[in-house]
C-alpha cells in the first residue's frame, strides 16, 4: 500500500495529518471535484469547524498535497545533487529516487496530475514554478555531465529531461501494485533507458576505401 505525505489518518494523528491523509485518498479514489468537505470531515472524524481552523477551504487541501511532494522531492534531489559520485551516479540517484517517491507516495502522484486544473489560478502557478525549479535543477545534472563529455551533447539538456519526465507522469495511468513488475524493477528499467540515452558514445569508425557494402548506385549491397 502506498505511504502517504501526511502520514496516516488514526485518531492518534494530529488534526491536519488526519484532514490531509483522508483527502489524498478520497481525491485518488473519487476525484477532487467528487469529493465533498462533509465526506472529508466525516471520514477523518472531526467537525467541518476544525478544518477549516487549519484549512480555509477544499483547495488548501489539494494544494498542501502537491506542495509536501514538491517539497520532499526537491529536498531530496539537492541531496544527491550535492552529494559524492560521478555526475552519473548522481543523476542515477536522483531518477531513481523521482521514481520510487512517485510510487512510494503514489496516491498523491495520482491526485497531482489528475486535479491541477482545479486549483485557484494563483495556486496552481506557484505549483507550476515550484515544479519548474525541480525540473531546473535535475536538468543542471544532465548539463554537468555534458559538459564533462560524459552525456552526449547532440540533444538539448531540456529535451532529455522532458523526455524522462513525460515517461514518469504517465506511472499513475497504469501501474498496479500487484502488476507482474514491482515499483524498484520499473524503476530501474526507467532510468537504465533514460541514462543510455544519454551516454556519450566513441565515434563510429569510417568505414575503409575500398570495403564492399555498397555498390555503385549507392545502394546497399547483398
Known amino acids: 500500500m502506498a505511504q502517504r505525505l501526511a502520514g496516516n489518518a488514526s485518531a492518534y494523528a494530529s488534526i491536519p495529518d488526519r484532514l490531509l491523509a483522508v ?21 477523518a472524524g ?7 481552523h487549519y484549512f480555509g477551504a477544499k483547495d488548501d487541501l489539494l494544494y498542501e498535497i502537491y506542495h509536501r511532494l514538491l517539497g520532499l522531492q526537491t529536498r531530496r534531489l539537492r541531496e ?5 559520485g560521478t555526475v552519473e551516479e548522481r543523476l542515477r540517484a536522483a531518477a531513481v529516487d523521482v521514481l520510487s517517491t512517485s510510487f512510494q507516495y ?20 506557484a505549483v507550476r514554478a515550484e515544479r519548474r525549479r525541480y525540473h531546473e535543477e535535475f536538468r543542471a545534472l544532465v548539463e554537468e555531465g555534458q559538459r564533462e563529455g560524459v552525456f552526449r551533447a547532440d540533444v538539448p539538456a531540456d ?10 507522469h504517465q506511472i499513475s495511468t497504469w501501474y498496479r501494485p500487484d502488476g507482474r513488475l514491482d515499483a524498484q524493477e520499473i524503476s530501474e528499467y526507467y532510468v537504465e533507458l533514460f541514462l543510455n540515452g544519454l551516454r556519450a558514445r566513441p565515434e563510429a569508425p569510417a568505414a575503409a576505401p575500398g570495403r564492399p557494402g555498397r555498390d555503385d548506385r549507392g545502394a546497399t549491397s547483398a
Open 46 to 52: 472531526v467537525t467541518k469547524g476544525a478544518m477549516y
Open 106 to 125: 503514489l496516491d498523491e502522484f495520482t491526485v497531482f496530475f489528475r486535479s491541477m486544473h482545479v486549483l485557484p489560478k494563483e495556486r496552481r502557478r
Open 80 to 84: 544527491f545533487a550535492g552529494g559524492p
Open 159 to 168: 529535451l532529455s529531461v522532458h523526455y524522462f519526465f513525460g515517461a514518469v
Open 23 to 43: 483527502a489524498t485518498r478520497l481525491f485518488a479514489e473519487k476525484g477532487y471535484e467528487s469529493t465533498s468537505v462533509q465526506e472529508i470531515v466525516a471520514a
